[in-house]
């Protein structure tokens, strides 16, 4: 080259000593090539773009899975990234084997590795030979560790059998892979096959199962501990003349039985069989070794994940009942258990359906009445389990004595006292525990439920329209506290078409919730649902987090942060007086507020909201709130009475009618007043006159009721409209 010349291009020179160079962006799956890189992989000698599959469809499919553990190793080990390919033809066969130099860069934003590498033509020996072996030495070694970072991270994500012998199958060993592979275990002195590939075995098959003492190579190491390595046909024979015969068919020329031992103790064996014939070098033996082991621990650990998968559904289907809708006439209930996903993957939560007896004093209160309990004893491991058995058991022999839902809580809450707290913990310091509960006796015919708490969430009812409200109902201590608790009792009544909900907290506060976000959630999954009752069941839990089944357990339940129970109980629109055909479904919503509950009075406002979130004008349900604040605050500053709140919406959409009743046993009635300017009471009639379309004072037997109406219309029913006095009302002073 004369002094002053320009240098060749880049290309030039790689051309000349027989290096193609390509390029590889994973985010994009393009492969650009030059024209001997091209060449070099079969293809036309120019420069082009090739997807990722064209190029992959030229390679041997076990070099191509080596090349993505060998980049990863490059990019964590920040140095090249070499290993040797086969280039395959059209029929399959090998055209030539080529050496891959290259530099990887990986985008942690993306996720997309870039690489810019060359390719040379190499000479390839036989396979197994030591030529052939020398000839890799360093590409050997650096396949050798991808391959193995990556056969354990697979193998240690398996989560089952059946999961760990898929990754025993797809497993490419960096230049020997082995054609042929079976696991087998050994239980109750037989050696059985549960896991093959490679290889076609029928169930008849003399190796599918076969005594520990059979004079088979696995069988050996399974008795002897020590792994056993045959290279050629001709040691196979020797070694085990009587089982050669109905081993040649397979047509193999080296085999690998390896141990499968954990803690000491060999569980069974795993055997790599090769078409071609392998020396077994150290090298070689060493990487089998330690497959061998990340496959015995893999095996281990799914065998104890399966055990206890097992034993927590025999816990589940002795503590949990097998809801039938064929006993609870004119009503439907579905229930769902989702465990914790940690250790055992069962705890506290319950749910319980219980008939009810129906003589005695109750006799006349209607047949087939039954009770719903649902509840959640503190804790997520085997003592919280076992508890809610005993609670279990406890609540069904006081509900079936035909005790009132208070007296059920309040000597369940006694028993749990007694055994709770006489119990230690594996440190002798006492393991104290308490139990949330709901308790709901149903009266069919009538849809009536009579309710009592124990420190648990409140219910929920979809009313048959569509509408959600939670349901407030008066409560006690959760059971074990103090067991002199007393557990008052509130009655609704469900009405044809309706649906009600029993959760645990479970349902409410997974995902990072609290009370108000989490029941916002569930509200609108079940205002959004229109299915049957097990299909609401299912939106609920997949609305959580995912798929669920009746009784939950693997992955799903694997990402739990708390057990869940649920249970819903739906009155059908046909059964019990339901609306009949072109008549309007009623809304109706009662509270009651105690002398020593004015903070209810927040609650109702917040109830009559809820009964109004799809009124169509957002100022009658202010007027309609501000009226309910005043009449019950009204009750609670001028008698000495209880108010009980009833209210109720009719009508078809756009014309429905809301009515407010508050009830309360003081005798005087309200009288309408001229308040001064600086008064500080006296306007609850006036602001009643000016904002409702009717209201009135009705008196009863025992006290008095005031009441107003609203019209969702333009000008509300009748001709005189908001102020006027209803003819009804004549007599309020």
Not at 677 to 689: C, D, F, H, P, Y
Request: aromatic share 6%; charged share 25%.
């Amino acid at each position: 080259m004369r002094t002053g010349e320009p240098l060749p291009a880049v290309g030039d020179v790689l051309a000349a000593l027989a290096t193609g160079l390509w390029h590889w962006d994973t985010a994009t799956g393009r492969v650009t090539v030059d024209a001997e890189a091209a060449r070099l992989l079969g293809l036309p000698a120019e420069r082009g773009t090739l997807t990722e599959a064209q190029v992959r469809a030229r390679l041997h499919p076990v070099d191509w899975n080596e090349i993505t553990g060998v980049v990863q190793l490059a990019v964590a080990e920040n140095t090249l990234a070499e290993v040797r390919i086969r280039v395959m033809d059209e029929r399959g066969r090998v055209l030539r084997v080529v050496r891959s130099r290259s530099k990887p860069s990986y985008d942690a934003e993306h996720g997309a590795y870039e690489l810019i590498g060359t390719l040379q033509e190499v000479t390839e020996p036989a396979p197994g030979t030591p030529a052939g072996r020398s000839a890799v030495t360093g590409d050997w070694r650096r396949s050798r560790e991808a391959f193995l970072l990556d056969a354990g991270r697979a193998l240690a994500e398996a989560r089952s059998t059946e999961e760990v012998l898929r990754v025993a199958a797809g497993l490419s060993m960096p230049g020997f892979s082995p054609d042929g592979l079976a696991v087998f275990a050994a239980q109750g002195g037989r050696l059985r096959i549960i896991g093959h590939h490679g290889q076609r075995l029928d169930d008849d098959s003399p190796f599918s199962e076969m005594a520990l003492e059979t004079d088979y190579p696995a069988a050996e190491v399974v008795r002897g501990g020590r792994a056993v390595y045959l290279s050629s046909p001709q040691q196979y024979r020797s070694r085990y003349p009587l089982i050669w015969p109905l081993v040649e068919p397979f047509g193999r020329r080296s085999w690998a039985f390896l141990p499968l031992i954990v803690a000491g103790r060999t569980i069974g064996a795993w055997m790599a069989a090769f078409t071609y014939p392998v020396a077994f070098t150290p090298d070689e033996r060493s990487v089998l070794t330690t497959v061998a082991r990340m496959l015995a621990q893999a095996l281990s650990r799914a065998g104890a994940a399966e055990t206890e998968r097992e034993l927590t559904d025999g816990l589940q289907r002795s503590m949990l009942p097998t809801l039938g809708p064929q006993r609870l006439p004119g009503m439907s209930v579905a229930g769902r258990y989702v465990p914790t996903g940690g250790g055992l993957q069962v705890g506290g939560d319950w749910y319980d359906v219980i008939p009810l007896p129906g003589g005695g004093a109750r006799a006349n209160s209607g047949q087939g009445r039954f009770a719903l309990v649902i509840g959640d004893v503190q804790g997520h491991d085997v003592r919280a389990a076992g508890l809610m058995g005993q609670l279990r058991i406890a609540l069904r022999a006081y509900a079936s004595e035909g005790h009132r839902p208070d007296a059920v809580l309040s000597r369940a809450s006694r028993f749990l006292h007694g055994v709770a707290y006489g119990a230690e913990d594996g440190q002798g310091a006492a393991d104290l525990r308490f139990a949330t509960c709901l308790y709901a006796e149903v009266d069919p015919a009538t849809g009536v439920l009579d309710i009592a708490r124990a420190g648990h969430p409140d219910l929920a009812v979809r009313m048959a329209d569509g509408t959600v409200l939670r349901r407030p109902t008066a409560g006690g201590l959760p059971l074990g506290i103090d067991p002199d608790s007393d557990y008052p009792t509130t009655r609704l009544a469900l009405e044809p078409g309706e649906t009600m909900l029993l959760c645990t907290d479970g349902l409410i506060e997974t995902g990072g919730h609290d009370l108000d976000t989490g029941w916002t959630r569930l509200r609108s999954l079940l205002e959004g649902d229109r299915g049957d009752l097990e299909e609401l069941a299912d939106a609920l839990v997949q609305g959580v987090h995912g798929p669920s089944s009746h009784h939950s357990t693997g992955p799903l339940a694997d990402r739990r942060e708390d057990d869940i129970a649920l249970l819903l109980l739906s009155r059908r629109a046909d059964d019990g007086g339901g609306a009949a055909a072109g008549r309007s479904v009623a809304r109706r919503t009662m509270l009651s507020v105690a002398q020593d509950e004015p903070e209810r009075v927040a609650l109702a406002r917040q109830q009559l909201r809820e009964l109004l979130h799809d009124w169509r004008s957002a100022d009658q349900v202010d007027s309609a709130v501000l009226l309910l604040s005043e009449m019950l605050t009204n009750v609670l500053v001028h008698t000495d009475a209880d108010a009980l709140l009833v209210a109720e919406v009719t009508g078809e959409p756009g014309e429905r009618r809301l009515r407010v009743e508050v009830t309360d046993t003081g005798e005087d009635l309200p009288h309408k007043r001229r308040p001064g300017e600086m008064a500080s009471s006296g306007r609850g009639l006036m602001l009643i006159e000016l904002l409702a379309h009717a209201w009135g004072v009705d008196p009863r037997g025992e006290g008095k009721s005031i009441w107003f109406e609203l019209y969702e219309s333009e000008g509300g029913e009748g001709e005189d409209g908001p102020g006027a006095l209803p003819g009804g009302s004549a007599d309020l002073a």
